[in-house]
Every structure is written in structure tokens, then in C-alpha cells.
């Protein structure tokens, strides 16, 4: 009888485990990490590195993309409150530590990229922007013509807009022609020329602009043509640090921008609502399945490093990652 009440007792505890872990999972399956990321990101995002980061972990992923500065202020105005925070270049991670309340302690850097100049192979002026790619003409030329519509995003809301305001200028001082960033902007802000950086690429392809300032990875993903820049002005080369450096963008408020290589910056806002979610998620980007990911789109993948004070948690899985 004894032997039967012991077995009983055993199955009961076998039994209770497996609800315990099923619960555990349904549990997590169930929770949702939110992720803000730069509008340039939302075809990784959404089609690559969001559904793998489900499969892999069994959390729900909820992303959003617009211009990193617009998120950066959105998280300020309290009108966003996501787990997890991807930006282009280190502004707006700046823009958010140096709050009244800072709202971001640390980020992480975790890939590198760089602008090209994409077009549409349908546009009226496809045959010159070809010709421009090759080599066959100059760019900057072919992009100050009167009839070629080029698109960027605002340098007040997007990194990308302000990194296009930067490689022009960078262009005057490389080919020592001064008249290139203003032939080609027309006026650092002027909005006939300035759209939405999460609606830029679509509008490209039907055939608002004939080209638009891209990073490598958007011109990739879409199966775009584009136009290579000189590694001096593209801004997407270490060894040309010193180079970009030479040029900047001053933003309404007065501060300024010096030109540094682009990165793509992550954090776990203050405002987080799941921490455990969030290092996962964190976890899986700077994995090495996500790094092919990244690869196959367009990215250059860097060394992770740790700017500001991060929790032991990070520094721990940022030391784990970069020893594999």
C-alpha cells in the first residue's frame, strides 16, 4: 500500500511539473516585448528578425518604426513606452540620457551601414542615374538637375536626413566644389523635397522620386538600383573618422551634429514595461543567427560596445557574446 501511495505521490509531482511548465510557457508565449525602432529598419524588423526572435524565445514581438529623433521625443512626450529602443546613429540614445528624467542609461552599438544614393529603375531619368553608377557621369551632377527629383527625411526628425545634410557638405570639401550640397539639397530643409522616413522607400517605388538618399541595407532588401559614394563621403567606413568629422549639421535648437560613421544603437528604456522580455529580445539581436540576418539585408556587422552605464545583466551577456 505504502509502495502504491509513493507511486501516486510521484505521478502527482510529475504531474503538477508539467503543468508548471506549460503554464510557464503559455505564460511567456503570451507576453508581448514592444519594440521602437528607425523607420529604415522595418523590413528587417517585420519580416526577418521580429519572426525569428518568436521562434526562437516564445514571446509575442509588437514593433513600430518612424524617424529616430521622433522616437527618441515621442518616449519624452510619454507617448510611447516600449520595451526595447533601436536607433539610428548615437543622437538620439544622446538625446534621452540627457533628458530632465533621463529615460536611457546605456546602449549598445551592433551594426554599421552607410548612405548610397538609391533610384527608381523606371524613373524618366533612369538612363543618368545609371550612367552615374557606373561611373559614367557624376552624381552630384546628375542629382542638381533641375528635372530629377530627389527625396530625403527631415535632419530635424531622422538621422538619415541629417547624415544626407553631412555627406553633401562632406562632398564639397572632397571634390572642392563648394556649390554641391546646396545644388543637390536646395535648402537643408526644404519640405517640397522632405518625406516621412518610414514611407520614403515606397514612395521611391512608385515613382514620386527618382531617387532618394538610402542606407546600403534599404537599397539591398528592396532589389533597388543605387549609386555607391566615395567611402570618404558615405559615411560608413572607421578609417574615414577623421574625414567625416569635417563636416556637420546644426539643428534648429542650435546643437551640432559632427559627421561620425552611421551605426544602428539598442537599449531597454527606463520606461520598459517587460525587462525580461526585453533582454531576450536584446539577447537574440546580438546573436549570431541574427547577425547573418542583418548580413543577408545589407548590414556590416561590428563588434558589440557597451556606451554609458549599463546593468551587470547586459555587461555580462555583452561579455558572452562577444567571446563565442
Not at 508539467?18 to 519580416?47: C, H
Amino acid at each position: 500500500m505504502k509502495r502504491i501511495w509513493r507511486m501516486a505521490a510521484a505521478l502527482i509531482l510529475f504531474l503538477l511539473i508539467i503543468i508548471a511548465v506549460l503554464v510557464s510557457t503559455q505564460q511567456k508565449a503570451g507576453e508581448e516585448v514592444s519594440v521602437l525602432y528607425a523607420g529604415s529598419l522595418i523590413s528587417l524588423m517585420e519580416t526577418s528578425i521580429g519572426p525569428a526572435f518568436m521562434r526562437e524565445t516564445g514571446f509575442r514581438y509588437l514593433g513600430e518604426g518612424h524617424g529616430s529623433i521622433q522616437n527618441a521625443y515621442m518616449l519624452i512626450d510619454g507617448q510611447r513606452f516600449p520595451d526595447v529602443f533601436i536607433s539610428a546613429g548615437t543622437e538620439a540614445m544622446e538625446i534621452l540620457m540627457k533628458n530632465e528624467r533621463p529615460l536611457v542609461s546605456w546602449y549598445i552599438t551592433f551594426a554599421a551601414d552607410e548612405i548610397v544614393i538609391a533610384y527608381n529603375e523606371k524613373s524618366p531619368a533612369a538612363g543618368l542615374l545609371e550612367k552615374a553608377a557606373r561611373n559614367e557621369l557624376s552624381w552630384y551632377e546628375v542629382l542638381s538637375r533641375p528635372d530629377i527629383r530627389f527625396l530625403r527625411t527631415d535632419p530635424e526628425l531622422d538621422p538619415k536626413g541629417y547624415y544626407t545634410v553631412i555627406m553633401a557638405r562632406l562632398a564639397d570639401i572632397f571634390y572642392g566644389t563648394p556649390s554641391i550640397s546646396s545644388s543637390i539639397l536646395r535648402g537643408e530643409r526644404n519640405l517640397d523635397f522632405i518625406r516621412p522616413e518610414e514611407v520614403l522607400m515606397t514612395l521611391l517605388e512608385s515613382g514620386e522620386a527618382d531617387a532618394v538618399s538610402a542606407y546600403l541595407h534599404e537599397a539591398i532588401e528592396r532589389g533597388l538600383p543605387f549609386i555607391r559614394l566615395p567611402p570618404e563621403i558615405s559615411l560608413g567606413y572607421p578609417e574615414f573618422a577623421d574625414f567625416y568629422k569635417k563636416a556637420n549639421y546644426t539643428t534648429e535648437s542650435g546643437k551640432i551634429i559632427v559627421g561620425k560613421p552611421i551605426v544602428f544603437t539598442v537599449t531597454i528604456p527606463e520606461t520598459a514595461n517587460n525587462v525580461e522580455g526585453a533582454l531576450a529580445f536584446i539577447k537574440f539581436l546580438l546573436s549570431d543567427e541574427a547577425g547573418k540576418i542583418m548580413e543577408k539585408h545589407g548590414f556590416r556587422r561590428i563588434r558589440p560596445q557597451i556606451h554609458g552605464e549599463a546593468p551587470q545583466e547586459i555587461i555580462n551577456l555583452l561579455k558572452r557574446v562577444n567571446h563565442e
